[in-house]
């Protein structure tokens, strides 16, 4: 009897954990909240809103490769080279420079990536934003930035890689994940369409608390950057729903913003991309970089807000106490400085090498230029931690001298005063608002801005071919064979970028390469 | 402890009972021992045929009792042979004792008690004691390598204190591939902790019948560890230590200053540039950096004292032992140090009770460099590096520009400049300045030990219950120096300091009701019990900038003085909870049937499918015990077994069915900057366990009285549902969930053949293992049908794992040799007569156009190599004769490829092997290594199988002399038995391989085999001591 007590002494607690073994492995994160009682409040949208805007500051994509879009595309450019430490430095970027692009480019993956995170992040928002305890202004403003947003992101994509998947809502399962390419067409009827709606609903005048958030005026803007470039290459309008947009639209849209916006030039040109004028009167659409977290991690570079064009263009200085410790990449070319010869912006534009303080080590592709406008430059610098991942600088996507000439270029009545106005900020006498000046206009006003590419593209592949291939052409202070500073450009491209090997891989057959890959 | 209760109980009660007075009697006494070192051997059962008379044999292995002179004295001992002496009239009878040639008499730990060898069903292989302690090994996974077929170790690198390999049958999972091991019943998470002189036997459940008592983990078979137990009689201390230096086996041929700048002109002007060097000028350096990294005799030593005895009621065994090694590459900066404290005991407080405990501290201390990486590695760089730069600078003209006058250079301890290369960028650094500047240390405390309980309140039902801890407190350091190495390798601005502590707790309560018989012939055992586990774990790490120190090594964070301070803290928690049963039952020995249920529940899955069932049998037939079976001096034992079961695997990440909310993801405004919040990745609530299914068929056999043991295995091992995260395409904008997507195959066949003999004064075995294993993925549940793999360098991805493939194949082009001339590069068509390679000239590589569509490009990638081998082996023999002893083990493996990438030839400046010399530079002179050129429009350097060679190899793993002294020598001393040994490891290997080591463990499930300049292992010279008091 005594041993069958005992027994039971051991087989209670047993069978006792048999029973409370439902609670004892019901376990959940313990330092995270889940996706099951996230999106319930205005809180949790605020959020939701800001991991959307996040993507705006991306610049490289886990596990793959720096690429800010504004380097890139002036590396792809004849305004800038590679460049970087030494020829081993700048493989990727190399490759893109001399249209030597092979589909495993980190460069172009990394773009690929990181866009479509921020289209996966806008597309769930949308999905989530009526299920959410919150008031109706509140909700359609919301949804108005999330529109801007992705189409702002598959701007990017298309007009980098043309042939892309068009997703307006995010994904669900496995059985979803192959995808085809969709047309051009449709993924910029898609974008025009995203912009005109964000354009009914965004605020026109955003506090300088929300500073960084998106304007009607931003979508306006951005809308006839799209229609020029699309109607450039595709000689056609958009089809945004039931509207057309068309040439008309397009300008109609940018006198808005002329007119109505409050918009306008800053007096002095060279001031446009100091500190001071972030969110200025002529910023029409700015994308935010600082160094608020100070961030250390190289683990995890987008978790940081720093700007990393800044850092990759910046010069290779050391003991300077105007510029420190950039990566040399995307040294101008001495085209660019023969462009600017005489023109009072050449030297906001260009940084020097002999205005260069300290110890300069000349790397790959040097050409005794750099960028002034995105750069290492003190003004600029992170108020602490790792200092290449805290630069300052705001990216002026899109600022009130491009709308101008956007306006002028599609043949606005006022096309000659607006492309006067462009001038004169910088003290320049007017000339005859034709369209071979008004694109003139353009390259000298707006280059080093991640612009000039596509405004070459969009003018068809004989004045690609044209612009792009640079043969001979050597500055005072080039190092180096010229076999290095000589580039071919491929019109079977058209320009466009390859899609991205490993994507083609995941595709289960669905995605072909692009022409001339 | 079972052991102990079955050897001894038996031997007390025959004493008790002992007749003393049977008509004339002698008093017979003498010693029993065993080897040629005639070892004394405590608690040998020494019994009068026929009667209940008998004794055992004392500390000194003595033995007396009292017989009849007409008498036989049966002598018997566990893992000894059993001998039938007749007294004839003797009084002093000295006996021999040889251990059992073959392993059909031993116990064998299976989990949750023990069985007869001869009757266990599935395939369990045992690791001796004696095994464990031939070879200086710091992780006992170590002393698996080569001891029993099926089991594949590899070093992971040469690096004191990483952690090994460790396959058993083969890949099964794309996931955690790791085996579960389960020391003295409480499963753990690392073994790093275990002294492995602390251990007494290891015991391997390859087949899933074997394993499925372990049903939740056990898919990648189990590996239970027995810690030493104390034994019954005087208390013996016993001292063991050695003492080794260590070295590096093999330089990699590099080329010299001459030949460098030689290659590196004509790279440039291969390429139309300019070439970089002045060939009249006389190089001032010509580094080797092999030589400047390689450590020449690091020490490497263990001390061990451990004191074990006790008596009828309580037995003890406790030791302390201090472990130290220092790697070839780095010394301190690749240290691995390590106290252990164990203390085992057991109780037996009543007929009915007894308790006990097992409990080991161990505190260990690690530094670690990057031991197998392209980027930053010191091997890597030392094969990279151009022999043009110095070790250290000197010239004071240079060192008075910039860098060295402007950057914070890398010094050494007595203040000289290293060396920094002009001509080689990116990674590559100067290793000797990359390691100076490397300043982190793991510093891990853990307890780990559990108290039992048995109670058996009648003859064969037992209650027992038993709870373990697992506890562990990790201390990362890590200090971040100014440092400037070269343009792209800096720090600059800011020195850092981190410190993490994370604390590790698992405790296992488990409670077993077993009840055993033996009724006539028909010998039964039921076994049901829980298991209740909870894993928690927390950690707090802090970081802040500007610390002024001296003393690199001393950093806190109360030193620094920047603000810019940050602290860390996260948390998890897991919970297993299983019900399992099982039934042995064997007929006179003859037919054996074991059948077993699991139940496992794991907060890894949601409530849609958190619990898995897993089932097992398994049966045996001893042929030689059936009566027709021919009464023959060749054959004296066969045995069938077959067995079936399901097994499972649960090791993916906590929480993977519901998708966590990352707040990371803030912006900037106005205002500033806010918070942002997203999900870390696609969810799946349906995650459900990976489940592995495996066959087995094997037969054991004895011949010849035992002299040779065979046995034989055969298994179909299918897992199916394998737990990944599988890449997903990019367009899908987040990562995507854990899924059971995919089945893997392992076919395969183990033979183990021992041999040992005798004569007088001496005595051999020889013991050979293999084991053949076929790799195969089945099933992959993607759009692609693969899961890509590894990366190296920048080239991108290497493996991959395909359907009909093994997994992490190697995948690349196809070459076919070397254009040798114009003519060759325009033969090179496809059928629509377009030239493939266009922009090939003589001496670049012709690839294959594998798809056939007419152009060469990533689709044409394909199979080129497979890192898993086909075989794996091991060799052992020993000789004893007179006081000395010898012995031999050799390992290896045969038919697994290699990649050679140590070598970054995307990079410019490079240095390269001295097989460039042979390369192409004219018509004729090669069609394997293409010509060197610094613009490669061919892309000759992309991945194919040039990079692919044979990793087959076998390894002189231990040779070790020993003697030792004799007893009558020790006796006036005091002392039992002292031996001395001298051991070499690794003094020889064969391999076609020609990198450092070919021998490269897996980083990762899909990346195995791949060299970036793998830290080789060390060749290590010990002497070595063991005295026992």
């Known amino acids: ?517 | 402890m079972k052991k102990i209760y079955s050897i001894y109980l038996p031997v007390f009660l025959q004493i008790l009972f002992a007749s003393a007075l049977w008509g004339q009697t002698i008093t017979v006494s003498g010693t029993i021992t065993t080897g040629s070192a005639a070892e004394k051997l405590v608690g040998v059962t020494v019994a009068v045929k026929g009667s209940s008379n008998g004794a055992f044999t004392n500390v000194d292995g003595a033995y007396t009792l009292k017989a009849s002179p007409r008498d036989t004295l049966a002598v018997s001992y566990t893992g000894y042979q059993s001998l039938e002496i007749p007294i004839n009239g003797r009084t002093q009878i000295d006996i021999l004792l040889e251990e059992m040639a073959s392993a059909l008499g031993e116990i064998v730990v299976v989990g949750y008690g023990s069985q007869k060898k001869k009757v266990v069903t599935g395939a369990i292989a045992t690791v001796s004691e004696k095994d464990i302690a031939s070879t200086p090994v710091l992780r006992v996974e170590q002393a698996l390598q080569g001891r029993t077929p099926g089991v594949q170790v590899t070093n992971q690198s040469g690096q004191p204190g990483e952690e090994p390999t460790v396959r058993i049958r083969g890949i099964g999972t794309t996931g955690n591939a790791r085996p579960l091991y389960i020391v003295d019943g409480l499963p753990v998470g690392g073994i790093d902790y275990l002294n492995p002189g602390d251990i007494e036997s290891i015991d391997v459940l390859k087949d899933a019948a074997s394993a499925a008592i372990y049903g939740a983990r056990a898919a990648n078979g189990v590996v239970l560890i027995t810690t030493r137990s104390g034994k019954k009689g005087k208390a013996t201390v016993t001292y063991s230590g050695y003492y080794g230096i260590q070295n590096a086996v093999r330089n990699v041929d590099m080329l010299n200053a001459e030949q460098y700048r030689l290659l590196m002109n004509e790279g440039a002007r291969n390429a139309g540039l300019s070439e970089p060097f002045d060939l009249n000028e006389i190089p001032t350096h010509n580094t080797d950096w092999q030589d400047a990294l390689f450590v020449k005799n690091a020490p490497m030593s263990n001390h061990q004292v451990t004191v074990s005895g006790g008596n009828d009621k309580s037995t003890y065994a406790s030791s302390l032992s201090v472990f130290s090694q220092e790697g070839i590459i780095g010394g301190e900066k690749s240290k691995f140090d390590r106290i252990t404290a164990r203390f085992n005991s057991n109780h037996q407080v009543s007929s009915m009770f007894r308790f006990g405990n097992n409990l080991a501290y161990s505190h260990i201390v690690r530094r670690g460099i990057g031991s197998n990486q392209s980027f930053n590695g010191a091997f890597s760089s030392a094969l990279n590096l151009d022999p043009l730069t110095p070790l250290f600078e000197t010239d004071p003209n240079i060192l008075s520009l910039a860098p060295y006058s402007t950057e914070p250079v890398v010094k050494d301890a007595s203040g000289r400049v290293y060396g920094i290369s002009n001509y080689v960028g990116a990674e590559i650094v100067n290793p000797l300045a990359l390691l100076e500047i490397q300043h982190s240390e793991t510093r891990k405390d853990e307890l780990v030990g559990n108290i039992f309980g048995e109670f058996e309140p009648i003859a064969g039902l037992k209650l027992m219950s038993s709870f373990g801890v697992d506890l562990a407190y990790l201390l990362n350091d890590g200090f971040r120096p100014l440092f400037y190495l070269n343009g792209a390798q800096l720090n600059v601005d800011q020195t850092s300091v981190n410190k993490a502590i994370a604390r590790f707790f698992t405790w296992q309560w488990e409670n077993t009701l077993s009840y055993g018989r033996r009724i006539n012939d028909h010998n039964f055992n039921v076994l049901v019990g829980t298991t209740a586990t909870e894993f928690k774990y927390e950690d707090l790490s802090g970081f802040n900038a500007d610390v002024p120190t001296s003393d690199p090594n001393n950093v806190y964070l109360n030193l620094a003085t920047d603000t810019t301070w940050t602290a860390y803290g996260g948390a998890a928690h897991s919970a297993l909870f299983s019900v399992f049963g099982r039934i042995n039952y064997d007929y006179k020995d003859r037919y054996s049937v074991t059948a077993i249920l699991r139940r496992d529940g794991s907060s890894k899955f949601g409530s849609n499918n958190r619990f898995g069932i897993f089932p097992s049998f398994g049966a045996a037939w001893v042929v030689s015990e059936e009566p027709f079976f021919p009464q023959s001096k060749q054959m004296d034992f066969l045995k069938f077994r077959a067995s079936w079961g399901i097994n499972g695997n649960q090791e993916i990440g906590n929480y993977q069915f519901v998708s966590t909310i990352d707040n990371t993801r803030g912006y900037t405004f106005g205002s500033g900057r806010a918070l942002g919040s997203s999900p870390l990745f696609i969810e799946n609530a349906d995650i459900r366990w990976e489940e592995s299914k495996q066959i087995d068929i094997g037969v054991d056999a004895g011949f010849f009285q035992g002299r040779l043991s065979a046995s034989a295995d055969y298994y179909i091992k299918t897992t199916s549902g394998l737990l990944e995260r599988i890449p997903i395409p990019a367009h899908v904008g987040n990562d995507g969930p854990v899924s059971n997507v995919g089945s893997v195959e392992n076919k395969g066949i183990e033979l183990a053949l021992n041999w040992r003999n005798s004569a007088k004064n001496f005595k051999y075995s020889v013991g050979i293992n293999g084991a053949y294993n076929k790799n195969q993925m089945t099933k992959i549940g993607n759009e692609e049908k693969v899961i890509p793999g590894a990366s190296w360098a920048i080239a991108g991805q290497v493996t991959r794992s395909e359907v009909g493939q093994p997994i992490a194949y190697f995948w690349g082009y196809k070459t076919a040799g070397i254009f040798q001339n114009e003519g060759e590069v325009f033969s090179h068509l496809n059928s629509d007569g377009q030239v493939l390679q266009p922009n090939a000239v003589p001496g670049d590589v012709r690839f294959v156009d594998v798809n056939g569509d007419g152009i060469i490009n990533a689709d044409d990638r394909t199979f080129i190599g497979n890192p898993t081998p086909d075989w794996t082996f091991g060799f052992n023999a020993s000789l004893e004769f007179k006081r000395f002893d010898f012995s031999v083990f050799i390992q290896g493996t045969q038919g697994n490829d290699v990649f050679n990438g140590m070598q970054r030839q995307d990079l410019r400046f490079t240095n390269r092997t001295t097989d460039v010399l042979g390369r192409w530079t004219g018509e004729g002179t090669s069609n394997t290594t293409p010509r060197y050129t610094w613009i490669d429009v061919n892309n000759n350097s992309r991945v194919s199988d040039l990079y692919i060679e044979d990793g087959s190899h076998i390894r002189l793993k231990n040779i070790q002399l020993g003697y030792t002294l004799p007893t009558s020598m020790m006796s006036r001393v005091g002392g039992t038995s002292w031996r001395f040994y001298v051991s070499a490891e690794n003094l020889l290997t064969l391999t076609k391989y020609t990198g450092a080591d070919p021998e490269i463990g897996a980083q990762g499930s899909f990346d195995i085999g791949i060299d970036r300049g793998v830290y080789p292992q060390a060749r290590t010279i010990r002497f070595g001591t063991t005295l026992t008091f």
């Open chain 1, 1 to 517: 009897m005594k041993a069958h007590k005992r027994t039971l002494q051991f087989l209670v607690p047993m069978l006792l954990l048999v029973g409370c073994s439902k609670d004892f492995l019901d376990r959940k994160p313990l330092d995270q909240e889940v996706s099951t009682n996230f999106y319930q409040t205005e809180d949790d949208a605020i959020q939701a809103l800001v991991a959307v805007y996040d993507v705006l500051g991306y610049q490289d994509s886990p596990g793959v490769s720096w690429a800010p879009a504004l380097t890139v595309s002036d590396m792809l450019s004849d305004d800038t080279y590679a460049g970087g430490g030494d020829a081993n430095d700048g493989l990727d970027e190399n490759e893109l420079n001399t249209f030597n692009i092979p589909a495993t480019n980190q460069l172009v993956h990394s773009m690929w990536i990181y866009n479509y995170i921020g289209i996966y992040r806008a597309n769930l928002l949308l999905e989530k934003i009526d299920g959410i305890e919150a008031g109706d202004a509140f909700k359609t403003r919301v949804k108005a930035e999330c529109k801007f947003l992705r189409g702002y992101f598959y701007f990017q994509l298309v007009r980098s890689f043309e042939n892309i998947p068009l997703l307006t809502q995010t994904i669900k399962g496995p059985s979803e994940y192959a995808q085809p390419q969709s047309s051009p067409q449709a993924v910029y009827n898609q974008i025009a369409l995203d912009l005109l709606e964000a354009v009914q609903d965004l605020p026109q005048v955003i506090p300088s608390s929300e500073s960084g958030r998106i304007s009607k005026w931003a979508a306006e803007a951005l809308l006839g950057r799209v229609f020029l470039f699309y109607n450039g290459v595709y000689n056609a309008d958009l089809q945004a729903g039931s509207v057309r947009v068309d040439r008309a639209k397009a300008l109609e849209l940018l006198e808005d913003v002329i007119g109505n916006s409050g918009h306008d030039l800053l007096p002095n040109y060279a001031d446009i991309f100091r500190l001071a004028s972030e969110f200025s009167v002529e910023s029409v659409f700015e994308i935010t970089h600082g160094d608020s977290p100070i961030w250390w991690d190289w683990g995890y570079v987008r978790g940081g807000e720093g700007n990393l064009s800044a850092q990759m263009q910046g010069p290779r200085v050391t003991g300077s106490t105007n510029w420190n410790r950039g990566w040399s990449f995307a040294p101008v070319s001495q085209k660019l400085v023969d462009a600017l010869a005489g023109d009072p912006r050449q030297d906001a534009t260009i940084l020097r090498q002999e205005e260069l303080d300290g110890t300069l080590a000349k790397g790959f592709q040097h050409t005794g230029y750099f960028s002034q406008k995105y750069s290492s430059d003190a003004e600029h610098w992170g108020s602490g931690g790792q200092f290449e991942l805290n630069r300052t600088c705001n990216n002026r996507v899109i600022r009130f001298s491009d709308v101008l000439l956007m306006a002028a270029e599609l043949g606005s009545p006022n096309a000659q005063t607006y492309l006067d106005r462009v001038r004169a900020r910088v003290g320049l006498s007017s000339v005859p608002a034709s369209l071979d000046n008004i694109l003139r206009e353009r390259r000298l006003e707006l280059s080093l801005e991640g612009i000039r590419y596509f405004d070459v593209l969009r003018r068809g592949m004989a004045f690609a071919t044209q612009e792009l291939n640079v043969s001979g052409v050597r500055g005072p202070n080039y190092v180096g064979d010229q076999l290095l500073f000589d580039v071919a450009f491929k019109p079977a491209t058209r320009g466009f970028l390859p899609i991205p090997q490993r994507e083609i891989d995941l595709s289960a057959g669905l995605f072909q390469q692009n022409a001339g890959y």
